[in-house]
C-alpha cells in the first residue's frame, strides 16, 4: 500500500478551532483531539491520516484568523487528498486481483511481487521500458504536494521567502556572513601588528574540488537551482577559500567540496616490479589522439631517456621535448630515472602527449601525496580528450570553406 503523504503532519499547521468547525464537513476522516494542559497554551488538534497535525491557539480562548491563503491551500491539500485516497483504493484492488491471478495471498503481496505478476501476465517486446505496462504506486502517480510555508495570518515562515529560493538564498547570506566575520578577524590581526600569523595556519584545499552540479541541486529538493545559480555560489565561497583565515570556516567549506580519490591504491595504471639490485621498475601507458605508449620508468636511475631505441633525438621539435620532461621536472626526478618509451600510431605532437601521460603515472608510485596533487592539477594525471576534427563535404578542411564571390 502506498506510504501515507509525507507532508500531512504540517500542512494544517495553525488551523484555529471555529475555523476547523467549519471545514470539517470537507474532511470526513478528521477527528477533533482537544487537550488542555497546564501552565502551557491550549493546543487544538486534528488527526488526518494517522497523523497528529498540532496548532497553537490564543491562550484566552479566542480563535484567530485565518488568512485567504490558508484557505487556498487548505482546498488545494483537500484535493490532493481525495485523491490520492482513490488512487489508494484502485491501486489495493488491482493488487488483489494480480494476486488471485498468481496464485498468491493478497495480505503479504508487495509492490515487487506486482511488478513481477505484471511482467509474468502481460508480457512485451517493447524496447523501450516506459512503453512497457506497468502497475506504479499512487505517490509516483501524483506528485508530492509543497509543504505550506506560511501561517494562518499569511505571514512566510522563512526569512528569505519571498526570494523565491529561501533555502539557496539563505546558503549565499551564510557565505557573506562567514566572509564578514574572517574580515573582521583580519582586522584584529593588523591592530595588533600580527601580520605574521595571519597566513600561519591557512589551508590549501588541493586534495578536494568542488561538489558537481547534479550533487548541488540535490541539497535543494523543493527548488529549482540553474547553472547561473550554481555559477554565482561557487563564485562567492570561492573568497572564503581564498582567504588567509580560511581554516576557521573549514567545516563550513568541507560541506561543499569533496576529496579526490587516492592515485596510490589505483591499479588502473601502475605494475610494481623489484628487480635484483633494489631498484624500483614501474610500467604504466599513455595515449593522445591516435598514439599509444608504453613507459618503462626505473627509480634510481642516472636520466637516460630512449624512445623507440633512440634518444630524446628522437623529437625534432623542442615543444615536443619540453612536454615529455615536463612531469620529471615537476616530480624532481629529472636525472633521477631512467625512462624507456615505446609508442606508435599518430604524430610527432600526439607521441610526445602520449609518453608524457605514461611518464606521470609512472611517477604516481614513488612520489609522495603533495606531488602527487601538483600533477593532478597540472593536469598530468588526465588524458587529453582533444582529437583531430575531420574534414567536412564541400569543404576544404574540417572548418575552412571557399571563398564565396558575387561577381
Not at 14 to 31: A, D, G, V
Not at 57 to 71: H, L
Request: net charge positive; hydrophobic share 35%; with cysteine.
Amino acid at each position: 500500500m502506498a506510504a501515507p503523504m509525507k507532508h500531512s503532519a504540517t500542512f494544517l499547521s495553525h488551523i484555529c478551532s471555529k475555523e476547523y468547525i467549519l471545514l470539517r464537513r470537507s474532511f470526513m476522516q478528521s477527528q477533533l483531539i482537544c487537550a488542555r494542559e497546564k501552565n502551557s497554551e491550549s493546543v487544538t488538534s486534528v488527526r488526518i491520516d494517522s497523523k497528529i497535525l498540532k496548532t497553537p491557539t490564543k491562550t484566552d480562548g479566542k480563535a484567530q484568523k485565518i488568512s485567504r491563503a490558508m484557505r487556498a491551500y487548505l482546498e488545494k491539500a483537500k484535493r490532493y487528498q481525495d485523491a490520492m485516497d482513490e488512487q489508494n483504493t484502485l491501486y489495493e484492488v488491482g493488487k488483489r486481483h494480480l494476486a488471485n491471478m498468481m496464485g498468491e495471498d493478497p495480505e503479504s503481496f508487495t509492490h515487487k511481487d506486482v511488478k513481477r505478476a505484471v511482467a509474468y501476465l502481460l508480457p512485451s517486446g517493447l524496447h523501450e521500458k516506459k512503453a512497457r505496462p506497468v502497475m506504479p504506486l499512487p505517490v509516483d502517480i501524483l506528485p508530492v504536494q509543497k509543504v505550506v510555508q506560511f501561517g494562518t495570518d499569511g505571514r512566510p515562515f522563512h526569512f528569505m521567502f519571498y526570494t523565491t529560493k529561501p533555502v539557496f538564498s539563505e546558503l549565499l547570506h551564510d557565505v557573506t556572513r562567514h566572509l564578514r566575520t574572517l574580515k573582521a578577524k583580519e582586522d584584529e590581526f593588523y591592530r595588533a601588528d600580527k601580520f605574521d600569523q595571519i597566513y600561519e595556519n591557512t589551508l590549501k584545499f588541493v586534495d578536494s574540488d568542488w561538489i558537481s552540479y547534479d550533487r548541488f541541486t540535490l541539497l535543494f529538493k523543493e527548488e529549482r537551482i540553474s547553472q547561473d545559480d550554481y555559477k554565482l555560489f561557487l563564485k562567492n565561497v570561492q573568497r572564503l577559500v581564498d582567504h588567509p583565515l580560511n581554516h576557521k570556516v573549514e567545516d563550513f567549506i568541507m560541506r561543499y567540496r569533496e576529496k579526490f580519490q587516492g592515485t596510490q591504491t589505483n591499479p588502473k595504471y601502475k605494475i610494481l616490479e623489484e628487480s635484483e639490485d633494489g631498484s624500483k621498475v614501474i610500467r604504466a601507458e599513455g595515449g593522445r589522439k591516435t598514439a599509444k605508449a608504453e613507459v618503462k620508468l626505473i627509480s634510481p636511475g642516472t636520466g637516460k631517456f630512449t624512445c623507440n631505441g633512440q634518444p630524446i633525438n628522437y623529437f625534432p621539435s623542442v615543444i615536443s621535448r619540453e612536454q615529455i620532461m615536463f612531469p620529471l621536472e615537476l616530480a624532481g626526478k629529472l636525472g633521477q630515472v631512467d625512462v624507456e618509451a615505446k609508442v606508435e600510431g599518430g604524430g610527432q605532437s600526439g607521441q610526445s602527449g602520449a609518453i608524457r601521460l605514461g611518464i606521470s603515472r609512472c611517477l604516481v608510485s614513488i612520489v609522495d601525496e603533495e606531488t602527487v596533487q601538483k600533477m593532478r592539477l597540472a593536469g598530468l594525471l588526465t588524458r587529453d580528450p582533444r582529437m583531430r576534427e575531420r574534414s567536412k563535404p564541400f569543404k576544404k578542411g574540417a572548418r575552412k570553406g571557399r571563398v564565396w564571390k558575387k561577381r
